[in-house]
Every structure is written in structure tokens, then in C-alpha cells.
């Protein structure tokens, strides 16, 4: 099977499939490059972490909705009491999953910063920072 003739980032050999018709994968064929740049300026703008953006304004809106209807008589306060507990319940436990991701990802990004840190080789005379 053929190979991609690009070089990765760690100067190493694409091991990527080829397009039909050309030596390259899609990540490294040069007639790609403006559709790859695009499809990368969208990373991290909305998505990820659970979306936490939209669980919260639908909460909101749903609160909203609660206070208009005590306002206007066609909600008792009692109702729009117990529904407001159980949103905030629902809040709080957006939030420690949020947390949890981020703790995860935390854990994540520090273990490969000290693997990479270990794989550093000492340098002749045994001084690791050059002190």
C-alpha cells in the first residue's frame, strides 16, 4: 500500500494514505492547504467541555419562564419554587462535570509535559539547567 510522501512535525515519514491520483495524504497535499487552514481557525471557538454554553442558556430561559409566570398569576410560587431548586441541582452538577473535565484534561496536559521533560537527556558534565 502506498504511503504519503509528506514529513511530519517530528520530521518523521507520513505514514497517511495518498489522495486518488497524487503522492500526498490530505493533511500534507499542497492543494488542501486553504480548506486545512480554515477547518483549523474553527477549533476551540465553540464546541468541547460539554457545551456548557448552551445547557446554561437553556436554564436560563427556563428560569425566565418561571418568573414571568409567577408575575403574570399562571405559575403558584410554591411550583416555581421546587423548579427552581431542581435547575439549581442541575447547575451544580454542570458544573462539577465541568470541573472533572478540566481537572482530566489538567492531568493529562502535566503527565506529557513530564514525560517529555524525562525523555530530555542530561547534558555531558551532568548539569540538567546549565547552573
Known amino acids: 500500500m502506498a504511503k504519503c510522501s509528506g514529513i511530519t512535525q517530528a520530521h518523521a515519514a507520513c505514514k497517511g494514505i495518498p489522495i486518488d491520483g497524487s503522492q ?19 477549533g476551540g471557538k465553540r464546541g468541547g467541555r460539554g457545551r456548557p454554553q448552551v445547557e446554561l442558556t437553556g436554564i436560563k430561559t427556563q428560569l425566565q419562564d418561571l418568573v414571568d409566570g409567577v408575575l403574570d398569576g399562571s405559575l403558584l410560587r410554591s411550583d416555581a419554587a421546587v423548579c427552581s431548586q431542581i435547575l439549581n441541582v442541575y447547575l451544580r452538577a454542570v458544573s462539577g ?35
Open 97 to 131: 462535570e465541568l470541573q472533572v473535565r478540566e481537572q482530566l484534561e489538567l492531568t493529562a496536559r502535566l503527565e506529557a509535559l513530564e514525560e517529555a521533560a524525562g525523555r530530555q537527556k542530561t547534558p555531558p558534565g551532568g548539569r540538567k539547567w546549565g547552573a
Open 24 to 42: 500526498w495524504c490530505y493533511v500534507h497535499h499542497p492543494d488542501h492547504a486553504d480548506q486545512r487552514r480554515r477547518h483549523g481557525s474553527k
